[in-house]
């Protein structure tokens, strides 16, 4: 614990867990659905949401008595993914200064390395045109997403701002049905 003083203030783990392992079947489809919006860093969803139940019912931390459970459980993912983006820049700037430092060295980055990151990202995107199916515009707006192109360019491709909002609802239509199908497995 952190202060004496504070202990009325918090939940025990005790407490917390018992609480956690009795949420309704409703109050963890939530959970799973903040835990996906919250995890923009890692991706990992359901990493996320276990870290911050472990750390709840470990005592790492405390929940507040002014709080329910959903809405701590929410602030702890946030507060994860928010300090996991943190350690990751300053690690990037770090490895930013050693490649700087490597380059004057003269060594020379891993080429296969490179290759391995080109193939991944080749493969995710093969893998996001297929899952648009036989819908040759959504194929087209997918495209363009991962060329970076701008929403102007993507406006004027599909030729005014009403059909490439169209064509924007049907793709996010498709990726609510693959979540879907992705969260029943």
């Known amino acids: ?14 407490d917390a867990t018992e609480t956690i392992r009795s949420l309704s079947a409703e109050q963890k489809r939530r959970l799973a659905a903040v835990a996906r919006r919250r995890a923009w ?13 472990a750390s709840t019912a470990t005592g ?5 008595r002014s709080v329910d459970i959903m809405r701590h459980l929410d ?10 983006a943190k350690r990751s820049k300053v690690a990037a700037d770090n490895s930013e200064e050693i490649s700087t430092r490597d ?23 093969a893998k996001a045109i297929e899952l648009c199916g036989d819908d040759w515009e ?5 495209e363009g997403l991962l060329n970076n192109s701008t929403p102007e360019e993507l406006v004027e491709l599909f030729g005014d701002k009403t059909s490439y909002e ?9 990726i609510k049905k693959y979540r879907a199908q992705d969260d029943s497995k």
């Open 1 to 14: 614990m952190k202060d004496d003083k504070d202990v009325g203030k918090f939940y025990t783990p005790e």
């Open 41 to 53: 860093f890692s991706g990992d969803h359901e990493g996320l949401l276990w870290e911050a139940i």
């Open 60 to 64: 790492r931390r405390r929940w507040n």
């Open 75 to 84: 602030l702890a993912m946030r507060s994860i993914n928010w300090n996991a």
């Open 103 to 125: 380059e004057w060295r003269d060594e020379a980055p891993s080429s296969e390395a490179a290759l391995e990151v080109q193939e991944e990202v080749e493969e995710q995107h």
């Open 138 to 142: 959504v194929k087209l707006l997918v």
């Open 166 to 174: 169209t064509v924007r609802k049907r793709m996010n239509r498709r």
